[in-house]
């Protein structure tokens, strides 16, 4: 329908004479006619429709009269219980349009009320179990959404897949500046849209805030959050509720367990053996022969036997400062590396403030102690008094209020922000009339004839200013206009829509339910209960012909309603309903009856939309019949479907959504808007290269160079040189460094490296082993370092070849180029310190990798030139006796790699060997073990002749430990052997038992 740009008249503002004249309809203005002649298409006479033809069965007669409801049209009339646009039985709506399935939602058939109906009652498939369509964008979280604020605009909190936006208010993370944050930018639920608080600060108040892990309004105990507001749970390692132990962990078999129930028998503790307790001595003493578990105490148990036990490190290893039998290895007392009776702890010195003190008690805040840096020490955690959980005194700008001192605490000393220099309130509601204020009685109330809770004016209360005055005002919505339900004055209106434009058969009108001439006064209609507090906007249809009339709603972009009002006293009040819809209603219109059309927004709803009027009597958009310039006409006002609102052809670009069709319209020609003009969402992996992506190659595979978010995957060459002996301190994100170009590598493909990047240059003047050392200063960050080897002259994740966490390790060939990159695990930050330390053959030290080094490269004098023993299969460099033990790497300095098997065994030996020369003063037996290995190492025993480590001469073999025979005086080789090419760290013990 065309709408004017000039001067409305009469009541309901209408345009009668101009759209008259813009209508070339034969009997406009005409009330004679000459004759009537059914199929003409005009209404004379005494016909009372015309449809165009002399057809029976489609509504209108061959005589022009009407006829019962026309089943197949795909729309409900009266009398149908169904219509899914055909006559065919069998698909649950039969031929007579009656429903061939029980009603509901989940029947697969599209009911009055529903919106779709796929044959469940599933949420989360697309169509809900109430039969409403789920779609991101409808107001409605649901799913796995995490909000929905009803719009696809980014940077507002909610994106546009639904996903809550982080470092905003709103997405349940109470940020910097935010007293509270509820997950929700709501106003009135106790934290308001800037994230501030709208109720008294505390626990309990419903509202979660800073030093609060959860607030669930009230101060019970046993609900999930404790009467302190802290998560309830098994696993805290506080026993609470209906809980018989917790041992802050969620594991079985330790005494408690992982549902916080007791695994200690329940007669434990009554002094009497009963079944399944190895002990009972009826106390809940750990340090003697039976422990409060009832089970025997033992060496390896963690707790110390007095008399019987000088230490108990909780294992049974020996060379750890406490043996395998729990007696000290060390001069017992506080310093020696080993916790004792009596300590809390023991880092091996008697310094202070290192975390151990140097009386061995733990230091930390919180023990109640005022120790090295800390101002005070309350033992406690509450940040409210006048010590902070960190140990720092509270003072006003620390950002927390401390309770009888402050009234507040915004985080600093500004005065005129709210909370003044001293930490008192400033403002309305202070008591103290200030600034423009006209009064302020203190009491927080905007009930009163002074207004001064949250939000208040400090002015006299009047009408118009959005506080109810109790005794004085009925209502007060913020202005003093009639007609929105409350008046001038203040007092309640009677709820009524205000018609703002007219509607015949076969028009239509383009508007928004809360544009100009909309009201917002009615929440619900006579013939439903929905929740309608949306804004409305009203027309009237004035019936020329009895009939049964569809009006049709599409084009919106919100969840908007129907309804038909009969006028009665030429008032439009909704307890006269007739009719709802949701997307259309059909209703009896009888001739020269006024009825009221409203379109109302569901839970306050607010779009654009096209609203249709379909008349059996009059043809046009919307009557299933494709007449004029109609491209198409389904009869429905379904968008997502070929025809969509003014009976066009649906088409890319129209901003409907074409299900099955298009992945996308927004209805504009702009290609990098999260649309493209082909209809199709831009996604990473389609090999299309999308604004924001660096690279597009068709998959979504990391170290590919292109990576599964399209980030190029490379790193930033020639940053700063390392050379052997050097070292460097920065930070990961400073300078040149790459804004996470790389968040993950070949040589570690599982560990998210999504932190920036800074890269150095290595070029290797000649062959031999490099250790990078790598030193995080930051507290509570993690960085890694990398080694890449150049290939083509790039720098490449792909061409990983070791990583570490503090150290790298890596054997350069002179010539080549290497990159060691330091990255931010898990998106970490952190200033470092990195050191190159080179390991080269001929400079006379025994260094990692090397069996020998006499200072030069040349062959020959027993050492060749790549510092590997010549003319011996194996070389001892380490003298072991019995009681003794070291711990080493088999590719460290002093190995060899030039045995492969063994006469004693067929194993593949191919990894670097190290050797131990071993001499026993006394026959016996010995037994040598293995621990602490990160490789598959094996053990082996070479006897006679000594002059000679030979592998034929083996005599004893072991994976992880070997015993074997020896005699007083002969001397024995202890080869500790890589299986199949391994090498690793290791510890070796050897045991002597004499005869």
Known sequence: MLRFATIRYGRYGLLVSLACATLVVAGCGDDTSAGSVCGDWLIEGDEVCDDGNTVDGDGCSATCTIESALCGNNTIETGEECDDGNTVDGDGCDSEC?????????????????????????????????????????????????CDDGNSTPGDGCDTNCTLETGSCGDNVIDTGEECDDGNTANGDGCDSDCQLEVMPGCGNGVREIGEECDDGNLDSCDGCSAGCDNESCGNGVTECTEECDDGNNTDGDGCDASCESEIPATCGNATDDTGEECDDGDADNTDACLNNCTDAGCGDTYIWVGTEQCDDGNTTNGDGCSATCMLEVTPGCGNNVVEIGEACDDGNTDACDGCSATCTVEACGNAIVECAEACDDGNTENTDACLNNCADATCGDNYIWAGTEACDDGGTTPGDGCDATCQIEGCGNGTVEGSEVCDDGNGVNTDACPDGVGGTCRPAACGDGFVQATVEECDDGNTTNGDGCDASCDIEIPECLVQWELACAESDDWNNGGMGSTDVIDTHGCNTWDESGPEYSYDFVATTTENVTVGLSAMMA?????????????????????????????????????????????????????????????????????????CDDGNFDDTDDCVTGCLNASCGDGFLRAGVEDCDDGNSNDDDGCRNNCTIPVCGDNILDTGEDCDDGNTDDLDGCSSNCIAETCEQDQWPLTCGSSDTYNNSWGVSTSNEISTYSCAPTVDESGPEFTYLYTATADGYVAIDLYVTTAGEDLDVFVISQ??????????????????LFYASAGEVYYIIVDGFEGSIADYDIDMTCYLCGDGNLDFGEECDDGNTSSGDGCDASCEVEGAECYPRFLIDCGESDTWHTGAGGHTNNIVSYSCNSLDESGPEYTYYFVPTNSGNVTVDLSGMTANLDLFVLGEPASECDPTNCEAYGDNSVTFAVTGGVSYYLVVDGFEGAEGDYTIDVTCTNP
Not at 126 to 132: E, K, L, P, R, V
Not at 791 to 808: R, Y
């Open 98 to 146: 009656d429903l061939e399935v029980d009603p509901g939602c989940g029947n697969s058939v599209v009911e009055i009320g529903e919106d779709c109906d796929d044959g469940n009652t599933v949420d989360c498939d697309g169509c809900s179990a109430t039969c409403s369509v789920e779609l991101c964008g409808n107001s409605v979280r649901e799913c796995t959404e995490e």
């Open 559 to 631: 969840d908007l309603d129907l309804f038909i009002i009969d006028d009665q006293g030429g008032v439009c009040d909704p307890t006269n309903c007739l009719e709802a819809g949701q997307q259309s209603l059909t209703f009896p219109a009888v001739a020269g009856t006024t009825y009221y059309i409203v379109v109302d927004g569901v839970a306050g709803a607010v779009s654009d939309y096209t609203v249709t009027m379909v008349c059996p009597s009059t043809p046009g958009c919307g009557d299933n019949v494709m007449q004029g310039s109609e491209q």
């Open 791 to 808: 290939s083509n002259g790039q720098c490449s994740p792909t061409n990983c070849i070791t990583a570490g966490n503090t150290q790298a």
